[in-house]
């Protein structure tokens, strides 16, 4: 969160304007950075409502109905929303993720990707569906993994990617520049650089740490 209101300080979220930051816990940091910056920041605890999602997400929606909210961002917001908040703001809700979906989706991540021995992790910038994790994918950013790697070392290095990927996503939805069609999310004018890069981990010897460059 507060990666994104740096960005909007700097010019860079495409003209979207932080409104309003609700958390479902009174111990959350993001309150506290929020207000500091003049930005209207609240908490709906979730165990109010026990098994009744309906009912929380009518609280959700109440509170962000003043302030005329256009696109919902989740980041570290660890439930899963239903239709009843979905279908009001479609295709206006999205997430971070501390992955390369679809793989390792859901919590834990970062142990998981340690212990499976993969070369290259990342994050992902997606929007949200009744699914877990499962929603049209807009950008992933890769990392790479070192044998070195414990679990907190690569949430860091993730968390790093996951800071330059979210504000790109919300700048290009402000900008309208995101088209969707099934599971294919498609940025409209794109630039494609003329050399596409591949990120080869562990590097491949004698030219270690180059980038190799494909057409």
């Not at 290095?157 to 979210?166: A, G, M, Q």
């Amino acid at each position: 969160m507060a990666a994104l209101l740096d960005a909007h300080e700097n010019g860079r979220l495409g003209g979207a304007e932080p409104v309003a930051v609700v958390c479902d816990s009174h111990h959350a940091g993001a309150l506290n950075v929020a207000r500091e910056r003049g930005i209207y920041a609240t908490f709906v605890p979730r165990t109010a409502y026990h098994a009744n999602r309906d009912g929380y997400e009518k609280r959700l929606l109440e509170v962000l109905a003043p302030f005329g909210v256009e696109l919902v961002v989740l980041a570290g917001f660890l439930r899963i929303l239903g239709p009843l908040f979905l279908e009001a703001f479609p295709l206006k809700v999205i997430n971070v993720h501390p992955a390369l979906l679809p793989s390792f989706p859901g919590e834990s991540v970062w142990e998981a990707e340690v212990k499976s021995g993969i070369k290259l992790a990342g994050a992902t910038v997606h929007f949200v569906d009744q699914g877990i994790d499962t929603g049209p994918i807009i950008i992933q950013g890769a990392v790479p993994v070192l044998d070195t790697d414990g679990a907190d070392d690569l949430a860091a290095r993730i968390l790093h990617i996951e800071h330059r990927i979210l504000p790109q996503a919300v700048s290009w939805l402000a900008q309208g520049r995101l088209e969707v069609s099934g599971r294919k999310v498609t940025l409209k004018n794109q630039i494609v650089p003329r050399s596409l890069e591949a990120l080869v981990w562990p590097p491949l010897e004698p030219e270690a740490g180059k980038i190799l460059k494909f057409s």
